[in-house]
Protein backbone atom coordinates (compact mmCIF):
# COMPACT_ATOMS: atom_id res chain seq x y z
CA UNK A 1 0.00 0.00 0.00
CA UNK A 2 1.46 3.37 -0.53
CA UNK A 3 2.64 5.38 2.73
CA UNK A 4 1.63 8.69 1.07
CA UNK A 5 -1.80 10.54 0.27
CA UNK A 6 -1.70 12.73 -2.60
CA UNK A 7 -5.05 14.62 -3.85
CA UNK A 8 -6.04 13.39 -7.77
CA UNK A 9 -5.66 15.67 -9.64
CA UNK A 10 -5.23 20.04 -9.25
CA UNK A 11 -4.78 22.76 -11.64
CA UNK A 12 -2.56 25.66 -12.04
CA UNK A 13 -2.16 28.91 -14.43
CA UNK A 14 0.87 28.83 -16.87
CA UNK A 15 3.29 31.45 -14.97
CA UNK A 16 2.05 30.49 -11.72
CA UNK A 17 3.34 28.44 -8.88
CA UNK A 18 1.58 25.04 -8.46
CA UNK A 19 2.05 23.68 -4.95
CA UNK A 20 1.59 20.13 -4.48
CA UNK A 21 0.82 18.75 -1.23
CA UNK A 22 1.66 15.60 0.22
CA UNK A 23 0.83 13.14 3.12
CA UNK A 24 3.41 11.06 4.83
CA UNK A 25 2.02 10.77 8.49
CA UNK A 26 3.87 7.47 8.92
CA UNK A 27 7.02 8.11 7.56
CA UNK A 28 9.89 6.83 9.33
CA UNK A 29 13.04 8.33 10.83
CA UNK A 30 15.38 7.06 7.54
CA UNK A 31 12.85 7.36 5.05
CA UNK A 32 13.40 10.11 2.62
CA UNK A 33 10.54 11.99 0.50
CA UNK A 34 10.73 11.54 -3.15
CA UNK A 35 8.82 13.15 -5.93
CA UNK A 36 8.87 11.89 -9.87
CA UNK A 37 6.61 13.01 -12.80
CA UNK A 38 5.29 11.17 -15.64
CA UNK A 39 3.91 13.06 -19.10
CA UNK A 40 1.66 10.51 -20.33
CA UNK A 41 2.79 7.37 -21.98
CA UNK A 42 6.07 7.91 -20.96
CA UNK A 43 8.63 6.63 -18.32
CA UNK A 44 8.55 8.80 -14.78
CA UNK A 45 11.14 11.28 -14.51
CA UNK A 46 13.05 11.65 -11.23
CA UNK A 47 12.26 15.84 -9.96
CA UNK A 48 13.52 15.86 -6.27
CA UNK A 49 14.07 14.43 -3.36
CA UNK A 50 14.90 15.51 0.70
CA UNK A 51 15.04 14.02 3.76
CA UNK A 52 14.43 16.81 6.19
CA UNK A 53 15.60 20.12 5.21
CA UNK A 54 13.98 21.79 2.47
CA UNK A 55 15.39 21.06 -0.81
CA UNK A 56 15.69 23.29 -4.41
CA UNK A 57 16.66 22.16 -7.80
CA UNK A 58 16.72 23.69 -11.18
CA UNK A 59 12.72 21.70 -11.26
CA UNK A 60 11.44 22.51 -8.11
CA UNK A 61 11.20 23.27 -4.69
CA UNK A 62 10.73 20.62 -2.08
CA UNK A 63 9.37 22.01 1.69
CA UNK A 64 9.34 19.70 4.21
CA UNK A 65 7.31 20.39 7.68
CA UNK A 66 9.31 19.83 11.05
CA UNK A 67 7.28 16.88 12.15
CA UNK A 68 8.06 15.52 8.40
CA UNK A 69 4.38 14.06 8.25
CA UNK A 70 3.55 16.45 4.93
CA UNK A 71 5.68 18.39 2.32
CA UNK A 72 5.08 20.28 -0.44
CA UNK A 73 6.48 20.39 -3.98
CA UNK A 74 6.63 23.85 -5.39
CA UNK A 75 7.11 24.70 -9.64
CA UNK A 76 7.49 28.01 -8.99
CA UNK A 77 6.84 28.94 -12.65
CA UNK A 78 5.00 26.00 -14.16
CA UNK A 79 4.44 25.77 -17.85
CA UNK A 80 2.01 24.06 -20.45
CA UNK A 81 4.70 21.18 -20.03
CA UNK A 82 4.79 20.29 -16.52
CA UNK A 83 1.13 19.24 -16.93
CA UNK A 84 1.79 15.24 -15.75
CA UNK A 85 1.09 13.42 -12.93
CA UNK A 86 3.29 13.94 -9.82
CA UNK A 87 4.21 11.01 -7.55
CA UNK A 88 4.94 11.45 -3.71
CA UNK A 89 7.21 8.68 -2.84
CA UNK A 90 8.70 7.65 0.62
CA UNK A 91 11.56 5.00 0.60
CA UNK A 92 14.63 4.56 2.54
CA UNK A 93 17.69 5.84 0.51
CA UNK A 94 18.64 2.33 -0.71
CA UNK A 95 14.88 1.31 -0.85
CA UNK A 96 14.55 -1.52 -3.84
CA UNK A 97 10.65 -1.29 -3.32
CA UNK A 98 9.61 2.51 -4.12
CA UNK A 99 5.94 2.40 -3.87
CA UNK A 100 3.72 4.84 -6.31
CA UNK A 101 0.47 5.32 -5.56
CA UNK A 102 -2.14 6.74 -7.99
CA UNK A 103 -0.41 10.38 -7.94
CA UNK A 104 -2.08 14.04 -8.18
CA UNK A 105 -2.68 14.72 -11.76
CA UNK A 106 -1.44 18.18 -12.58
CA UNK A 107 -3.31 20.65 -15.26
CA UNK A 108 -1.67 24.21 -16.29
CA UNK A 109 -3.42 25.75 -18.15
CA UNK A 110 -2.59 28.77 -20.50
CA UNK B 1 24.32 8.75 -24.02
CA UNK B 2 23.60 6.72 -20.91
CA UNK B 3 20.23 5.41 -20.57
CA UNK B 4 17.96 2.30 -20.19
CA UNK B 5 16.35 1.18 -23.55
CA UNK B 6 13.42 -0.78 -24.10
CA UNK B 7 11.97 -2.81 -26.90
CA UNK B 8 9.67 -3.18 -28.58
CA UNK B 9 7.77 0.08 -27.80
CA UNK B 10 4.26 -1.49 -29.12
CA UNK B 11 3.32 -5.51 -28.63
CA UNK B 12 0.53 -7.08 -29.51
CA UNK B 13 0.06 -10.60 -28.74
CA UNK B 14 -2.35 -13.45 -29.07
CA UNK B 15 -3.98 -14.98 -25.84
CA UNK B 16 -1.65 -18.14 -24.54
CA UNK B 17 1.63 -16.70 -26.17
CA UNK B 18 4.45 -15.78 -24.48
CA UNK B 19 6.10 -12.24 -25.02
CA UNK B 20 9.65 -11.37 -23.73
CA UNK B 21 9.85 -7.38 -23.12
CA UNK B 22 13.71 -6.14 -23.77
CA UNK B 23 15.63 -3.83 -21.04
CA UNK B 24 18.67 -2.85 -21.37
CA UNK B 25 20.76 0.11 -19.50
CA UNK B 26 24.29 1.35 -20.08
CA UNK B 27 24.10 3.23 -16.74
CA UNK B 28 26.18 0.67 -15.00
CA UNK B 29 23.94 0.67 -12.33
CA UNK B 30 23.32 -2.40 -9.90
CA UNK B 31 19.69 -2.51 -9.26
CA UNK B 32 16.79 -2.87 -12.45
CA UNK B 33 13.08 -3.06 -11.67
CA UNK B 34 10.32 -3.58 -13.91
CA UNK B 35 6.87 -2.12 -13.07
CA UNK B 36 3.47 -2.36 -14.37
CA UNK B 37 1.08 0.78 -14.69
CA UNK B 38 -2.55 0.13 -16.03
CA UNK B 39 -4.77 2.92 -17.16
CA UNK B 40 -5.62 6.07 -14.49
CA UNK B 41 -3.57 3.84 -11.94
CA UNK B 42 0.16 4.07 -9.94
CA UNK B 43 3.49 1.97 -10.95
CA UNK B 44 3.21 -1.16 -9.52
CA UNK B 45 6.38 -3.53 -8.74
CA UNK B 46 6.91 -7.25 -10.82
CA UNK B 47 10.23 -8.42 -9.95
CA UNK B 48 13.93 -6.47 -8.89
CA UNK B 49 17.05 -7.42 -9.12
CA UNK B 50 20.08 -6.16 -7.20
CA UNK B 51 22.74 -8.47 -8.69
CA UNK B 52 23.52 -10.32 -11.23
CA UNK B 53 22.04 -13.75 -11.28
CA UNK B 54 19.43 -12.93 -8.46
CA UNK B 55 16.00 -11.56 -8.34
CA UNK B 56 13.31 -10.76 -6.14
CA UNK B 57 9.27 -10.88 -6.66
CA UNK B 58 7.86 -8.20 -6.06
CA UNK B 59 3.84 -7.34 -5.19
CA UNK B 60 2.74 -8.75 -8.54
CA UNK B 61 5.00 -11.40 -9.73
CA UNK B 62 2.61 -14.15 -10.67
CA UNK B 63 2.22 -15.05 -14.41
CA UNK B 64 5.80 -13.09 -15.08
CA UNK B 65 9.63 -14.66 -15.21
CA UNK B 66 12.63 -12.70 -15.36
CA UNK B 67 16.54 -13.46 -15.62
CA UNK B 68 19.69 -11.72 -14.77
CA UNK B 69 22.55 -13.01 -16.52
CA UNK B 70 24.29 -9.27 -17.46
CA UNK B 71 24.61 -6.50 -15.17
CA UNK B 72 23.45 -4.18 -18.27
CA UNK B 73 20.20 -6.47 -19.15
CA UNK B 74 16.97 -7.47 -17.04
CA UNK B 75 14.93 -9.15 -19.83
CA UNK B 76 10.68 -9.19 -18.53
CA UNK B 77 8.90 -12.61 -20.12
CA UNK B 78 4.99 -12.10 -19.85
CA UNK B 79 3.52 -15.80 -19.56
CA UNK B 80 0.58 -17.21 -20.97
CA UNK B 81 -0.26 -17.63 -16.92
CA UNK B 82 -0.46 -13.57 -16.47
CA UNK B 83 -4.77 -13.92 -16.35
CA UNK B 84 -4.85 -10.02 -17.69
CA UNK B 85 -1.87 -9.19 -19.91
CA UNK B 86 -2.49 -6.27 -21.26
CA UNK B 87 -0.80 -3.16 -19.33
CA UNK B 88 2.58 -0.67 -19.72
CA UNK B 89 5.52 -2.35 -18.72
CA UNK B 90 8.15 -0.22 -17.45
CA UNK B 91 11.62 -0.75 -16.96
CA UNK B 92 13.98 1.06 -14.24
CA UNK B 93 17.52 0.91 -12.70
CA UNK B 94 19.27 2.78 -9.95
CA UNK B 95 22.58 2.55 -8.21
CA UNK B 96 22.62 0.85 -4.21
CA UNK B 97 24.45 0.61 -1.16
CA UNK B 98 26.01 3.76 -0.18
CA UNK B 99 26.16 4.92 -3.70
CA UNK B 100 22.07 5.11 -3.81
CA UNK B 101 20.32 8.51 -4.28
CA UNK B 102 17.07 6.54 -4.40
CA UNK B 103 16.67 7.53 -8.03
CA UNK B 104 15.86 5.45 -10.51
CA UNK B 105 15.83 6.18 -14.00
CA UNK B 106 13.67 4.82 -16.46
CA UNK B 107 12.48 3.63 -20.00
CA UNK B 108 10.10 4.78 -21.96
CA UNK B 109 8.34 1.85 -21.34
CA UNK B 110 6.44 -1.05 -23.38
CA UNK B 111 2.57 -1.07 -24.19
CA UNK B 112 1.61 -4.73 -24.77
CA UNK B 113 -1.57 -5.43 -26.07
CA UNK B 114 -3.08 -8.88 -25.75
CA UNK B 115 -5.66 -9.74 -28.72
Known amino acids: DAKTTQPPSMDCAEGRAANLPCNHSTISGNEYVYWYRQIHSQGPQYIIHGLKNNETNEMASLIITEDRKSSTLILPHATLRDTAVYYC???????????FGSGTRLLVRP | DGGITQSPKYLFRKEGQNVTLSCEQN?????MYWYRQDPGQGLRLIYY???????QKGDIAEGYSVSREKKESFPLTVTSAQKNPTAFYLC??????????????FGEGSRLTVL
Open chain 2, 92 to 105: ASSTIGTANTGELF
Open chain 2, 27 to 31: LNHDA
Open chain 2, 49 to 55: SQIVNDF
Open chain 1, 89 to 99: IVGMDSSYKLI
